[in-house]
Structures are given as C-alpha cells and as structure tokens.
C-alpha cells in the first residue's frame, strides 16, 4: 500500500497531481497551514456536538443522497483519478459504481444495524446494548482507490453519528475536494466531513488532540506502525488495512485456460495495485505448466499507453518511485534463480509503466518470497498436495484474503479452512463488496470495513441497565 512520505524543508507543495501516464506535473496545492489543521479540529468536534442528536433516520438520508451525487457525477469523477493514479476509465467507473454500493447500504440497513440489542440478565432487571458514536474521526487514506477506500471509512460512521476528518494521498487532491464538493452538496453540516491536505507532522497533531476519538488508515505496514504507535500513545483506537501477499490456490480445474484468465485478471486488475490482489499464485502440478503457458500469453498480449486511450489495455503504475521498487524486486528474484517468463522490466517511454510479469521459481531468499508486490507481476508455485499448498499459503507476514479453486466444493472448503487470512474465497476471486466485511490478520492489519462490522469499530457499546 501507500508508503508515508517524508517531507523536506524544500518540499512547500506536498500535495499534486502528476500524471503517471506522461511524467507531468499537472497542478499543484498547498499543505495546510497549522491554523487551518486547528481550524478543522475545531469545526469536526463542533459539528460532531449537533450531528450525534440529528435522528439516525436523517442521518442515513443524507448518506443516500452523497451515494447518488457519486453516482450522478461519476463520470466527471472517474476522469479525475484516470489523470491522478493511471487507472483505466472501465476501472474507474466500476470503482464509483461501488462507491455508490457502499454508501447505499449504510443508508438502508445502517439504522438497523445500529439497533439497541437487549440482553437478558441473569439477576433480573432489563439490559441493552446501544450503539451511540463517539466523536470526530481521522481517515488516513491511499491513491489506488481513492474513492472506495474513503467510502467504506465515511459512510457507516457518519450515519453512526461520527464526524471525519479525511487526509488523503498527497497525489489524489483533486479526486479529494471532489469528494469533499459532494459531501457538502449531500447536506452533510459544516465540519462533518473536512478534507485536509496534513503533513505527516501535521497527522501526528491531530491523532493527539483530545478532540479525535479514533484513526483509520489504509496504507503500507510502515505507515500503519506508524500511527498505531501515536494511537497508542494516546489511547486511541484504530482500523489499520495494511499489505497483503493473498495466496491464490488452484487445486484442480475441467478448464487451465480459463481458470487461468481468470487468475491474470483479477492479480492485473488496477495495474497489480490492490492489497487483496492474488499475489501468489498456488498450482497443482499437474496443470502448473499449462498454468504458466497461459498466464505468460496473456501477458504478453497486454500494451501500455495512457489509460484515457481506448486502445489501451494496461495502465501505467501510481508513480515512478513504485515502479522503481516493483522492478527491482523482480530483478532481485531473477538474480537469485528465479524464472522470468513475461516482462520484468520498465517499459520505454514516458509514465511509470512496468511490463506485465510472470515469475516462478521463487525462493525464500528472494525479496519477492515475503515482500509485497505491488504491481502487474504475478507470481507461480508449483505444490504436489493440499499440505504443501497451505503450508505454503500460511508462510508470510501477511493474512489480508485467499482463494481456493477446485471442482470439488468440499474439497475447496477443507483447504479454505486451514488458511490463515481474514477473508478467504472459494471458487472466485477475492474482492470486496458493500455487505461483505473486509480487512486481514498478522501484518495485514487489525478491525474490519464493510458489511456489519463495519459499523462496530468506532462506536460505543453503551450498557443500559434498568433494575426491577
């Protein structure tokens, strides 16, 4: 995920577009001033005040409506994070239409799920649970999805009754006013939701002011380290969704190529730069070489060019600074031993473009045996039975998704249970839904979003007694 950015005396524009298709520089914003950051402070805590007595009815209401402006503005939104992070339009607009999905789920089981729960107590008496908020919120949150990802932050907490305030990636500023546009339009009140474009010190202040309840990020294992020790300082709680190295095993298939397309897809979906993206790919060895055949076809089909082109079928990478990275971690494995079947190597040209790579014979001395890789590279483990393909799956840091594939269901299911992740599927990709509850275990993070549970982290299980 996104790494924190460390900023130097030079550096007055922390906050800018730069186009990861091209290398330009598009415009340029100005971090906030440290009266602006406690001038945000101040309004969040004060709307928090007013917002927690509106009726939880309304308060959904107005989620609603901020899920259809997304809708109503998509396509205007979806140029935007085209030009910001290099995502393709199709990609783009299946983003927002989740987005949307989000958003209209807190709306209509939000005050539900927020229901008093009684309790029968054992001496006598009445009892209840309730779910009440808890105060104004700081999202920290990354450029590969930057709409989704504050989705799933903002709206069960603002139907809760919590307010936010919202740091995004310093390259996503203007698909952040655009977001900060809709909320106000929504009829959120003044300081509900406040975008604020923080330095690093500046979210070191605000984790620490009394006034912020509790911190979210989304972002690398650095990052998140990062603020849970600040949190913790503080005694604050927090949701961190970090890394993630998903395993991805296919125990048997009646078709490789198609389970093949579509093992290629969803590990090249955003260019490779999802957290739950299928990293590691698991085969039996039975059909690991045709496996192998077809990924590598299907790679080397791809062409790069600037995801605004229709003609173009794979993006370029966030930055140049991750493209970097990614292709020294394949350089690193092919070093070592491993095999580099398709790409491996940065593409001519301008933008931040990384050939789509298939690597197999990776080693656990290599980088990419227990580093993240974050981009268009797929890796390929050949395993002989169920064993080797969970003792392998298990081996990493990470624990955010996992899939298993089989034509035998009750096959798939026995493996998926042995598997040591916070969400694993069986028999489809893993991804991410409104209803489904997402985030990971070990290195990957602690809490969950989405679904449920993710009206259960910032909030407070209020006990009501009542004696007889």
């Known amino acids: 995920m996104t790494e924190t950015i460390s900023r130097t005396a030079a550096d007055t524009t922390l906050y800018r577009v730069l186009?990861?298709?091209?290398?330009?520089?598009?415009?340029?914003?100005?971090?906030?001033?440290?009266?602006?950051?406690?001038?945000?402070l101040a309004?969040?805590?004060?709307?928090?005040?007013?917002?927690?007595?509106?009726?939880?009815?309304?308060?959904?209401?107005?989620?609603?409506?901020?899920?259809?402006?997304?809708?109503e503005r998509a396509e205007e939104l979806g140029a935007i994070i085209t030009e910001e992070m290099g995502k393709l339009p199709r990609e783009a607009q299946g983003e927002l239409g989740m987005v949307t999905d989000i958003f209209g789920y807190y709306a209509a089981e939000g005050p539900q799920l927020a229901a008093d729960q009684p309790i029968k107590p054992i001496g006598g008496g009445k009892a209840v649970i309730q779910k009440r908020p808890v105060g104004a919120l700081l999202g920290i949150m990354p450029w590969n999805y930057p709409y989704y990802q504050v989705a799933r932050f903002a709206a069960p907490n603002l139907v809760l009754g919590n307010t936010i305030i919202l740091k995004h990636a310093p390259s996503c500023p203007r698909s952040a006013l655009a977001m900060q546009q809709i909320f106000d339009d929504a009829g959120l009140p003044a300081g509900a939701y406040v975008n604020v474009f923080a330095t690093n010190e500046q979210v070191a202040d605000i984790i620490a002011d009394p006034r912020i309840q509790g911190v979210s990020l989304t972002g690398s294992e650095r990052a998140g380290a990062a603020v849970a020790e600040i949190a913790g300082r503080n005694l604050k709680k927090v949701v961190l969704e970090l890394g993630g190295s998903d395993p991805y095993i296919v125990l048997d298939t009646d078709d490789v190529a198609r389970a093949a397309k579509t093992a290629f897809r969803a590990r090249m979906s955003n260019s490779g730069q999802a957290c739950n993206s299928p990293k590691r790919m698991i085969v039996m060895a039975d059909i690991y070489d045709e496996f192998v055949a077809e990924l590598t076809?299907?790679?080397?089909?791809?062409?790069?060019?600037?995801?605004?082109d229709p003609e173009t079928t794979f993006a370029p990478l966030s930055s140049q600074p991750a493209a970097d990275t990614l292709v020294e971690q394949i350089r690193d494995a092919v070093d070592k031993g491993a095999v580099l079947h398709a790409g491996g190597s940065p593409v001519a040209g301008p933008g931040s473009f990384v050939a789509p790579t298939v690597l197999t014979g990776i080693t656990k001395d290599m980088r990419a045996y227990s580093e993240e890789l974050f981009g268009p590279a797929a890796m390929v483990y050949k395993v002989s039975n169920e064993d080797e393909a969970v003792e392998l799956a298990n081996d990493t840091a990470f624990g955010l998704g996992a899939a298993v594939f089989s034509t035998d269901v009750e096959r798939a299911q026995?493996?998926?249970?042995?598997?040591?992740?916070?969400?694993?599927?069986?028999?489809?990709?893993?991804?991410?839904?409104?209803?489904?509850?997402?985030?990971?275990?070990?290195?990957?993070?602690?809490?969950?979003?989405?679904?449920?549970?993710?009206?259960?982290?910032?909030?407070?299980?209020?006990?009501?007694?009542?004696?007889?």
């Open 19 to 40: 186009n990861p298709a091209t290398g330009e520089v598009v415009e340029e914003f100005p971090t906030a001033t440290d009266g602006q950051i406690q001038d945000a």
């Open 43 to 71: 309004a969040a805590h004060e709307a928090y005040l007013a917002w927690r007595q509106v009726p939880i009815a309304e308060r959904a209401r107005v989620v609603a409506r901020i899920g259809e402006l997304f809708a």
């Open 297 to 308: 076809a299907h790679a080397q089909k791809l062409r790069p060019g600037n995801p605004a």
């Open 414 to 468: 026995r493996v998926a249970d042995r598997l040591e992740a916070g969400m694993v599927s069986v028999n489809r990709p893993g991804g991410s839904a409104a209803e489904l509850p997402f985030g990971g275990i070990k290195r990957s993070g602690v809490g969950r979003e989405l679904g449920p549970l993710g009206m259960d982290e910032f909030v407070n299980k209020r006990l009501l007694y009542i004696a007889e």
